[in-house]
């Protein structure tokens, strides 16, 4: 199968915005582990609602494409067994590992606890972990690692239906029919509420992840996509512009009607800004770089920390007497760098460590690797 690059820019550009969108949460007004001693309810706020629509969606659909791939390549036994490592084995770590001291640090910045870690430490097993400020303290989903457990249940429950459903529906993919897969997500994001991640119903992630499996690999939606760039890019401002506009006057809690119109804008918002991603993709990033090769293997490592280094360094900087922008700045690049260093100097260079942060304990580099998605 010929290689396909812009997937891979897409993970990595994505990865790179979840690490903003988390720097970005350390200074809007909604709840967060630890909180700047002010935040800003206007521009940061607008840009983290921009970003929450497609963030998180773009990564299952790009891992529905990737499951496909996968198991054109793979045995069913081969592909499950590289998800629960790839997938399940960083997840444990950070459960066990890297969750703690950002639970910890939540505690005593929402002033639940005072004292050392190491005396707080025997209560991070008492109780469950479900929201921010509540009381349990055993972080189960590895808190910003939640993605890593819904993917690795998707990727495994979802195999029978995977291999009885070839995607050979909608072989020539019309342009209508694009905008008919709006459809279904509506319906989900606004009468199904199982489990609320990242902004969206874990059920909405799974249809993106099933769209992405059997429609987004066909020949023919890439070709869509490129004709219906300018239109769907249109929809795409427009809908923001509503959708951040509907979020500042509130306009969910002013009825059911209003409530289903905000949750249909929503989910075409997430939807052709998805297209837009794809179409820019595969028209500029279908190339390969050393740039691309570095940070396609270092995309798994640098999501998994890069959450605990923002919590850190904003338990320290919360009360400093400086500015949002300043602020901003320092943790963006100081978190930034401290990441990649423990990556290029430490993490890639052990063996165990690859393992523990989902990457292949050989790091010798391979001339093409396969498509894949951060833990897949």
């Known amino acids: 199968m010929k290689r396909q690059y812009h997937l891979d820019w897409i993970r990595v550009l994505a990865t790179l915005a979840v690490f903003i ?105 008492d109780g469950v972990y479900l929201d921010i400020g509540g009381t349990g303290n055993f972080a189960f989903v590895g808190l910003h690692l939640w993605y890593l457990l819904i993917l690795m249940i998707f990727s495994i429950f979802t195999v029978p239906l995977l291999l009885k459903k070839k995607p050979s529906i909608m072989k020539e993919l019309k342009s209508y029919q694009l905008y008919l897969m709006t459809i279904p997500l509506m319906i989900v994001s606004t009468f199904v509420d199982v489990v609320r991640l990242g902004g969206w119903d874990i059920t909405f992630y799974l249809v993106l992840f099933l769209f992405g499996y059997f429609i987004l690999t066909k020949e023919s939606f890439k070709k869509v996509i490129e004709k219906l760039l300018p239109i769907n890019l249109v929809i795409s401002v427009c809908t923001t512009i509503f959708f951040v506009y509907g979020f500042f006057s509130d ?5 059911f009607i209003a409530t289903m119109v905000f949750a249909s804008i929503k989910s075409l918002n997430c939807w052709m800004w998805i297209l837009v991603i794809f179409a820019v993709a595969k028209r500029h990033l279908s190339f390969s770089n050393k740039w691309l090769t570095y940070s396609s293997q270092a995309s798994m490592p640098f999501y998994v920390l890069h959450q605990p280094v923002i919590v850190t360094l904003g338990f320290f900087i919360a009360n400093k007497a400086w500015s949002i922008p300043v602020k901003l700045i320092f943790l963006m690049v100081v978190a930034f760098f401290i990441i990649m260093f423990i990556y290029h100097i430490i993490i890639s260079k052990v063996s165990i460590l690859r393992i523990l942060f989902g990457i292949k304990g050989d790091n010798k580099p391979k001339s093409s690797p396969d498509v894949k998605i951060v833990g897949s």
């Not at 909180?35 to 529905?64: C, R």
């Not at 791939?69 to 950070?94: D, I, M, N, T």
């Not at 306009?251 to 009825?255: F, I, L, N």
Request: proline share 8%; charged share 10%; aromatic share 20%.
């Open 21 to 125: 969108y988390h720097c970005f949460m350390f200074f809007n007004p909604w709840p967060w582990h630890v909180k700047n001693n002010e935040t800003d309810p206007t521009y940061i706020t607008a840009v983290s609602l921009f970003m929450s629509s497609w963030l998180m969606p773009i990564f299952f659909t790009v891992s529905g494409m990737s499951s496909y791939y996968a198991l054109q390549k793979r045995s069913v036994h081969e592909y499950v067994k590289e998800r629960l490592a790839r997938l399940g084995v960083p997840l444990l770590f950070g459960v066990m590992i890297l969750s703690p001291p950002q639970v910890y640090m939540e505690r005593v910045s929402h002033g639940q606890f005072s004292g050392s870690f190491f005396s707080w430490f025997p209560q991070y097993f």
């Open 251 to 255: 306009m969910p809690s002013t009825g």
